[in-house]
């Protein structure tokens, strides 16, 4: 079988989506620092973050239909020039000086509806490129690309912020051009062939993961970490604007945080050949109900991100478990939904984590913002170890 660096579309896919991904990570920390800048407010900077990732809920289902009902690559392509024109003039308004709160707000919702549809077909449009045998390793990469951004996005980004406040946004507007092309020169379908007369129900891919009970208990895990995890990286932008960190430091906080992460995919392949899917759910909660604690008695910025970084250690390794085995047991014709579903299920509540940060911090300080996701924390670890469907493992059919 051939290795996955031979295999041209694949690595065309991959190479384009990491150029979108780096982007991304580089408007993402470009957003706060925007809003902090302009506004002051932590509370504006957590309603900007839950405007991003609001389409979650909202659009994920529709979107897992519009990936089984239209030609994949028109659908990603789209989406990526619709992000790309919004990204650009934010970045003029900036320039300009007409960006206000709203418009950033309403730049961010639209690059975050972009980003779903385009993650929930991209998950479908996989298992088609790549061998079923080699879906793990496919995904481990997937898992690679996206914590080499995170790694190298922030630091970028607020390099970039400290240029300009308009150029992390016009350099992410570029990215999605390059993605865009990569994603044209591929020359194999995203989808099987499919009948005109094929009946396609919104709610069929919530269907088929509720009925896998290993599946359906870790799509509840994750809806509840995930909040967690995002509300936990802007609560150290929070932390480090105020120990009087720099954009420059911020983005190199971040990128020690990204750091876990890719230090987890390189590990992730030996550790899924000799761990049970349950045990990567039980190392990814407890490292981070370990981790977060650190935070109470931190006051440097790169202390804060090395405490993600070790909260977010084992995260690649259980979703390459989880999404590989996901992706490989779902039909074609099934699989937008069935990733729309577990999308809509694991990131629907992720607006609750910045939000509620945001205000938490300005109403009652760092101090209970932090001792709340540190009992979050604690309860997620207990369930990951003592929850039956995941502690019996999947149900491969």
């Known amino acids: 079988m051939p290795a996955l660096r031979s295999n041209r579309d694949f690595v065309l896919l991959w190479s384009g989506q990491t150029v979108s991904e780096l982007g991304s990570q580089i408007s ?27 389409p979650i809920a909202a659009l994920s289902l529709p979107a897992g239909m519009l990936a089984d009902r239209m030609d994949r690559k028109r659908l990603m392509v789209g989406c990526n020039v619709v992000r790309a024109l919004a990204l650009a003039a934010l970045a003029v308004g900036v320039m300009t000086g007409h960006a206000p709160f709203l418009a950033i707000a309403a730049v ?83 989808q099987e062939a499919r009948t005109a007369r094929e009946r396609v129900a919104l709610t069929e891919g919530l269907r088929w993961l509720w009925q896998r009970p290993f599946l359906r208990a870790c799509t509840m895990l994750f809806a509840a970490s995930n909040p967690l995890f995002a509300g936990l990286n802007l609560l150290i932008v929070i932390l480090a604007k105020r120990e009087g960190a720099s954009s420059a430091v911020v983005g190199l906080m971040l990128a020690v945080a990204a750091a876990g992460g890719l ?58 478990a989880v999404v590989s085995l996901r992706v490989g047991l779902a039909p074609d014709r099934l699989q937008g939904r069935v990733q729309a579903a577990s999308t809509l299920v694991s990131f629907s509540a992720g607006w609750l984590g910045p939000l509620a940060v945001g205000l938490l911090v300005q109403h009652a300080g760092t101090t209970t913002t932090t001792v709340i996701l540190v009992a979050w924390a604690a309860v997620l670890a207990l369930v990951s170890i003592a929850a039956p469907a995941l502690r019996r493992g999947p149900e491969v059919r």
Do not use: C
């Not at 932590?42 to 609001?54: D, E, S, T, Y």
């Not at 490129?129 to 080499?148: I, M, W």
């Open 28 to 54: 993402l920390v470009a957003y706060p620092l925007l809003v902090l800048a302009l506004t002051g407010s932590p509370a504006k900077a957590g309603i900007v973050g839950f405007a991003k990732a609001l």
């Open 108 to 190: 961010a919702f639209i690059d975050g509806s972009g980003f779903v549809v385009t993650y929930v077909a991209e998950r479908g449009v996989l298992r088609l490129l790549v061998a079923r045998e080699q879906l793990p390793q496919a995904v481990a990469r997937n898992e690679s690309r996206t914590f080499a951004a995170m790694l190298a996005g922030p630091p970028l980004g607020g390099v970039l912020f400290a240029l300009g406040r308009a150029v992390p946004f016009a350099v992410d507007a570029a990215s999605y051009a390059v993605s865009s092309a990569a994603m044209v020169a591929i020359r194999r379908p995203f």
């Open 263 to 320: 230090a987890g995919t390189l590990m992730a392949p030996a550790l899924q050949a000799r761990w049970r899917p349950h045990t990567s759910l039980v190392a990814e909660s407890v490292a981070m109900a370990l981790a977060v604690p650190v935070l109470l008695i931190a006051h440097e910025p790169l202390v804060f991100g090395l405490v993600v970084a070790a909260a977010e250690l084992f995260t690649p390794v259980t979703n390459a």
